[in-house]
């Protein structure tokens, strides 16, 4: 069975950091794409950033600079650090693993930024 589970949402004020983890089971890690995606309310999910099996990094533009996002093959992970958090970061962040057309996601976790 495939689970993605995501941890490390939570509260933050502008100008914070949240590190984001996503642990995964049931799929052969290493040759997956992992991504975060996040979707806001009343808004679709849209791509946060992706690492890909090969190491190469994508971001979305909202995002460069702030976030990075990093892999542990060996523990089966990966993590988004976001720094310099802004109120347009609130959303429901989903971990996925997508290899060719096999995609799997995770159940999300909240980040609100607000004073």
């Known amino acids: 069975q495939v689970q993605l589970v995501e941890s490390g949402g939570g509260l933050v004020q502008p100008g914070g950091s949240l590190r984001l983890s996503c642990a995964a089971s049931g799929i052969t890690f290493n040759i997956y794409d992992m991504g975060w995606y996040r979707q806001a309310p009343g808004k679709r999910r849209e791509l946060v950033a992706v690492?890909?099996?090969?190491?190469?990094?994508n971001y979305a533009d909202s995002v460069k600079g702030r976030f990075t996002i990093s892999r542990d093959n060996a523990q089966r992970t990966v993590s988004l650090q976001m720094n310099s958090l802004k109120p347009e970061d609130t959303a429901n962040y989903y971990c996925?693993?997508?290899?060719?057309?096999?995609?799997?996601w995770g159940q999300g976790t909240q980040v609100s930024v607000s004073s």
């Open positions: 690492l890909t099996s090969r190491g190469t990094t």
């Open positions: 996925n693993a997508a290899y060719y057309h096999i995609n799997w």
